[in-house]
């Protein structure tokens, strides 16, 4: 069981920035393409970004966060994080890390961590 902690939530004005991390348990983390949800009051869980396993080498954006998230890894540390520029009120959710062990197709979730985006 693998177990995953976001950090790095609050509130902010907009075009602020904030830089979410994920951290980690366990051995095989750089074996895990890696990515981050979100998901707003009413809406349903939404991909934001995510990232390969390995080195990350491929990231994949959400249309609506390319230019303005940027997503990356350091699998010395068993962390994932995730920096966000450019923040809008649309941007405020609940944000998770998931981890998705693609040889046993388990996928693994933290439990969130909120980000508002209000003046």
């Known amino acids: 069981q693998v177990q995953l902690v976001e950090f790095g939530g609050g509130l902010v004005q907009p075009g602020g920035s904030l830089r979410l991390s994920c951290a980690a348990s366990?051995?095989?983390?750089?074996?895990?393409?890696m990515g981050w949800y979100r998901q707003a009051p009413g809406q349903q869980r939404e991909l934001v970004a995510t990232?390969?396993?390995?080195?990350?080498?491929?990231?994949n954006y959400a249309d609506s966060v390319k230019g303005r998230f940027t997503i990356s890894r350091d699998n010395a540390k068993n962390k994932m994080y995730l920096q966000m520029d450019n923040l809008k009120p649309e941007d405020t959710a609940v944000y998770y890390c998931?981890?998705?062990?693609?040889?046993?197709?388990?996928?693994?979730w933290g439990q969130g961590t909120q980000v508002t985006v209000s003046s």
């Open positions: 998931n981890a998705f062990d693609r040889p046993i197709t388990t996928s693994y």
């Open positions: 366990g051995s095989r983390f750089s074996l895990y393409t």
């Open positions: 990232i390969s396993s390995g080195s990350g080498g491929s990231t």
